[in-house]
Nanobody
Framework: QVQLVESGGGLVQAGGSLRLSCAASGRPGSRFPMGWFRQAPGKEREFVAAISWNGDRTYYADSVKGRFTISRENAKNTVYLQMTSLKPEDTAVYYC??????????????????WGQGTQVTVSS
C-alpha cells in the first residue's frame, strides 16, 4: 500500500505561482513513476505532468508546458509541481498518483495504482 498526501493548493491571482507537494508513504525505499492530474468542475480528469522513478524523464500536457515543472526528491519521498503563470483555466482539484504495478503510458490515469485525496487550486482573473 502507498499513501499519497497532496498539499500546497490555494487561491492565487492570474499570473501567480503555487507549488504543490505530494508526500508518499507506505513503501520505504521504493521508487516509482509519479504523475499529477487535475479535474475541473464538470470536466473529466486530465493529465498534467509525470516524472520517472529517478527523475531523469518528465512529461507534460501541452496546456502546461513551459509553465509547470514537475520534480522529485526521493530522499523525502516527495514529488513537486511548480506552477507559474497561472491562468483561470488552471482552476481544478489537483491529484498526485503513483504507478507501481502498471507499465502503461504515464499519460493515462488508468496507468496509476494509487491516488491522493486532491488539493484545490483556484486561479482568479
Amino acid at each position: 500500500q502507498v499513501q499519497l498526501v497532496e498539499s500546497g493548493g490555494g487561491l492565487v491571482q492570474a499570473g501567480g505561482s503555487l507549488r504543490l507537494s505530494c508526500a508518499a508513504s507506505g513503501r520505504p525505499g521504493s521508487r516509482f513513476p509519479m504523475g499529477w492530474f487535475r479535474q475541473a468542475p464538470g470536466k473529466e480528469r486530465e493529465f498534467v505532468a509525470a516524472i520517472s522513478w529517478n527523475g531523469d524523464r518528465t512529461y507534460y500536457a501541452d496546456s502546461v508546458k513551459g509553465r509547470f515543472t514537475i520534480s522529485r526528491e526521493n530522499a523525502k519521498n516527495t514529488v513537486y509541481l511548480q506552477m507559474t503563470s497561472l491562468k483561470p483555466e488552471d482552476t481544478a482539484v489537483y491529484y498526485c498518483a503513483a504507478q507501481l504495478f502498471n507499465s502503461a503510458s504515464v499519460y493515462y490515469g488508468t496507468s496509476y495504482d494509487y491516488w491522493g485525496q486532491g488539493t484545490q487550486v483556484t486561479v482568479s482573473s
